[in-house]
């Protein structure tokens, strides 16, 4: 009776460790700004400038890249606090989206504001916002960004 556990015992563990090495192959690489501006050149997109920079918005570290000529920061945070409320600071405020819908600031002699295109994602503790005129572009950058 002992002998069958002990052998039931090391065949479910041959079996564990016969199948750990395809379940770490399995398990995603972590994210890294090497592994961004590589999937970024893999997915066909011109980058012509991709550099480290000092970091700011409370971010561990930054970098800035020119990407047929959209501009895109990438921040990598340490806290998920810092990068929820970051993130959050991407998107419009329902008062400004009320002002813009409205016209309101318009209607007082305020000149019409020009809204630089923005897209942005969160993938992990990266956070990527990308600049630009061509819309399409950025929508290419926001998809290789979450492909990476």
Request: charged share 20%; no cysteine.
């Amino acid at each position: 009776m002992e002998t069958e556990k002990l052998v039931k015992l090391l065949i479910g563990l041959g079996v564990v460790l016969a199948a750990l090495p395809f379940a770490l192959k399995l398990m995603p690489k972590p994210m890294t700004f090497e592994r961004v501006q590589a999937g970024l050149t893999k997915a066909g997109l011109p980058v012509e400038s991709f550099e480290m920079t000092t970091p700011s918005n409370e971010s561990a570290a930054t970098a800035g890249a020119r990407i047929g000529g959209a501009g895109v920061t990438i921040y990598q945070y340490d806290d998920e606090g810092k990068i929820a409320r970051y993130t959050e600071y991407q998107k419009t405020d329902p008062g400004t989206a009320i002002v813009a819908q409205w016209n309101l600031a318009e209607s007082l002699g305020a000149a019409k504001p020009k809204q630089t295109p923005t897209r942005y994602a969160r993938r992990g503790m990266f956070l990527i916002v990308a600049m630009g005129e061509d819309v399409a572009l950025l929508e290419r950058i926001i998809a290789a960004f979450k492909a990476a």
